[in-house]
């Protein structure tokens, strides 16, 4: 018996249309889980569901409605008969810092914080139990200051904390909940500023021991390995998939003598 497949298990996966969402509910399939994708954008997660075939479909979902998040599980109880497993990866980047307005703290907060938390309560009502995972897409943007940001990193650091306060509330029913936390990864977003994964290798590879920044299959591993069988005693703690980013200080894993010298 191979611990690591999921085969039999349903799973949603929100944020599901592009990038590492995209990438997280691959290897869900290629695991064996079916997958609901949920996210706002319909054309793309069209797109991903007839990639992934049979085992997986899609359910258009604003995390900032009440009513889509309740659609949401609805659509994996009707269409594949149970849930398993969530995987909260939606986010929005949109971030102008302390120039935010509260209109856009609002906006932000909804998508990457509050609606995650509500459709983790939904979800957890309707999951096996016990057996049930919920993993949540950390940062390492939520761990560490950086200048010129503020939502972002302020919902990741409480998705973070959210966590540890659901796992231990879900733990008496059997449900694990756990964070994975990435560095750079190549994405829609870091592609935009890059161009191409060369570069953005040779520019990340300065700040990850790894030498290159992730891919989202190095988090997609991650999130499948989370929810398997594998990993049934581990609760309520965060699994970086940063290369070493977050085991750098300021001085970026360089001695004084190294700065010194080059100054």
């Not at 590492?20 to 064996?32: E, F, K, T, Y």
């Amino acid at each position: 018996m191979d611990l690591m497949r999921l085969d039999g298990r349903v799973a949603i996966v929100t944020g599901a249309a592009r990038g590492l969402g995209a990438d997280i509910a691959r290897g869900l399939v290629g695991a064996g889980a079916r997958v609901v994708l949920a996210d706002s954008d319909a054309a793309g997660g069209a797109a991903v569901a007839a990639e992934l075939g049979q085992g997986a479909a899609f359910c258009a979902t604003d995390l900032a409605r009440d009513e889509d998040i309740d659609g949401c599980v609805a659509a994996a109880l009707g269409g594949f008969g149970r849930l398993d497993v969530l995987v909260n990866c939606a986010v929005l980047y949109l971030d102008p810092g302390l120039d935010a307005m509260r209109a856009e703290w609002h906006r932000a907060l909804d998508v990457n914080l509050i609606g995650a938390a509500l459709l983790t309560a939904r979800a957890a009502a309707a999951m096996t139990a016990p057996g049930g995972v919920v993993v949540n897409i950390g940062s390492v943007g939520g761990k560490f200051g950086a200048a010129g940001r503020a939502l972002y990193p302020a919902s990741k650091a409480a998705l973070l904390q959210f966590t540890r306060n659901a796992a231990v509330s879900l733990a008496p029913r059997g449900i694990r909940v756990l964070s994975v936390s990435p560095a750079w990864t190549w994405s829609p977003a870091l592609a935009a500023m890059a161009g191409s994964e060369a570069r953005a290798d040779a520019v990340g590879g300065r700040l990850h021991p790894a030498g290159r920044v992730g891919r989202g299959a190095d988090v997609a591993n991650a999130v499948v390995f989370a929810c398997s069988d594998m990993a049934g005693f581990i609760t309520g703690v965060d699994l970086p998939v940063d290369g070493g980013f977050s085991i750098l200080g300021p001085d970026a894993g360089r001695s004084p003598r190294q700065w010194f010298a080059d100054s």
